[in-house]
């Protein structure tokens, strides 16, 4: 059972570019969630998403970020215009359901910012 | 919101020593507490958790403890190896309910096992 896939793996924008991360978690997960890990820091939660629906957005900025997680395909963090404090690393987890069990995370994408 | 404090940031043991990383948390709604283990370069990894109706769970030579009054909960490596030189990171959570059960991180400890 291959385990939560991200890609890329690392990523290089220059500042006023888009990135986009894609997140395709286990299989018979329907559940993603996405974190950001600053340097040095711990791993911050950001969004929330089931199938087609974005259930909690607290802990992404309101501007220039998106997520989606269509019907078919992998889960997507949109990024426009990336800045230099954009750059981290962002992980995503997935649970086969909300708030009743672990969550087992990706490998992550590291994105840089030039 | 929940807050998790983790302590000590960096933690350098003698290889076969017992290693122990302790997280505080505020919110006493939290009922579930996951432990992560990441190396360099890599995603976090769950290495054991533990629910608040129980005070202790061992898996081998890895151990948690809880004291939900204090809201406090411990990780307990015994006889560390070089190979569980990674930084550790504690969170936790509320699940059950219909909550969405996202995970509040500590900052993480650096922990290095010397030969």
């Known amino acids: 059972n291959a385990g939560v896939m991200q890609n890329p793996r690392h990523l290089v924008r220059r500042r006023g570019q888009e990135a986009r991360l894609r997140c395709s978690p286990m299989k018979g997960h329907s559940h993603v969630y996405w974190y950001r890990q600053l340097p040095e820091e711990g791993l911050k939660f950001m969004v929330y998403l089931q199938k087609e629906n974005i259930i909690d957005e607290s802990g992404m900025p309101k501007e220039r970020f998106s997520a989606e997680f269509p019907k078919e395909g992998p889960s997507i963090l949109r990024i426009q215009q990336v800045v230099r404090g954009d750059s981290a690393a962002y992980f995503c987890a997935s649970s086969p359901s909300a708030g009743t069990d672990t969550q087992y995370f990706g490998p992550g994408t590291r994105l840089t910012v030039l | 919101g929940e807050n998790v404090e983790q302590h000590p940031s960096t933690l350098s043991v003698q290889e076969g020593d017992s290693a122990v990383i302790k997280c505080t948390y505020s919110d006493s709604a939290s009922n579930y507490f996951p432990w ?80």
Do not use: M, W
């Not at chain 2, 006889?79 to 309910?97: H, L």
């Open chain 2, 36 to 115: 992560y283990k990441q190396e360099l370069g890599k995603g976090p990894q769950l290495i054991i958790d533990i629910r608040s109706n129980v005070g202790e769970k061992k898996d081998q030579r890895i151990a948690v403890t809880l004291n939900k009054t204090a809201k406090h909960f411990s990780l307990h490596i015994t006889e560390t190896q070089p190979e569980d030189s990674a930084v550790y990171f504690c969170a936790a959570s509320v699940i059950g309910g219909g909550s969405q059960g996202n995970l509040i991180f500590g900052k993480g400890t650096k922990l290095s096992v010397k030969p």
